[in-house]
């Protein structure tokens, strides 16, 4: 994976999340009215709330495998570039959203609350996925934009290639779900006790 895609990922996330940031600032009052979705009372309830982190878990196994899975196979087809901008632009966009929410709501320390929820799992998640999309976009590249002419023998060994390294990472991202789901709540919980 080249440093050149990897600036490039980065490049269209933060365009996402500046996005997100224009959008939420110009829409802030109906992003935020009528709902207790980031207020007080919320994070009261979320603070006593009782996870079942084995329910969690399976949950986010099969949103974020699920999710990981068809971008995979995007990537195998002539649309795998615009998916790994699309994802990589969706994911700063909703992070965009989110700092503008928790900041209005909360101030400082709403921007420590998104910290911590994301934490531990998006030391497993960020780099997971800037490998997901690095392999999406070699891929893609390779069968469709280069010379295309792999060949049944190239086509076989790409096909191998590509399963094994998705494997792997579909691996990791399942270690960033236990994670979620089962120490995230726990940290939750006790920076909760701060608001």
């Known amino acids: 994976m080249g440093l050149k895609a990897i600036n490039k990922q980065l490049i269209v996330f933060i365009i996402g999340v500046c996005s997100g940031i224009l959008l939420a600032n110009l829409v802030k009052s109906e992003l935020l009215s009528g709902t207790e979705f980031l207020g007080d009372n919320a994070l009261l309830q979320a603070r006593y709330a009782v ?7 399976l949950s986010l196994l099969w949103q974020r495998l699920g999710e990981a899975t068809l971008f995979i196979l995007l990537s195998t087809t002539f649309l795998g570039l615009a998916a ?3 994802y990589t632009c969706r994911y700063g966009f909703s992070m965009g959203l989110l700092l503008v929410a928790l900041f209005s709501e909360h101030g400082i320390k709403g921007i420590f609350l998104l910290a911590v929820g994301l934490l531990p799992q998006a030391l497993i998640y960020v780099p997971t996925w800037v ?3 690095a392999l999406g976009e070699r891929t893609c590249r390779r069968l469709y934009y280069m010379n295309g002419n792999e060949g049944l023998g190239g086509l076989k ?3 191998m290639r590509l399963s094994a390294q998705a494997g792997l990472l579909l691996f990791v991202l399942a270690v960033g779900c236990w ?6 709540p726990w940290l939750l919980r006790l ?3 701060l608001f």
């Open 131 to 133: 490998f997901l999309f």
């Open 51 to 57: 996870i079942d982190s084995s329910s969690l878990f």
């Open 191 to 193: 920076v909760l006790k």
């Open 84 to 86: 790994v901008w699309f």
């Open 179 to 184: 994670l979620e789901a089962y120490v995230n």
């Open 157 to 159: 060994r790409i096909g």
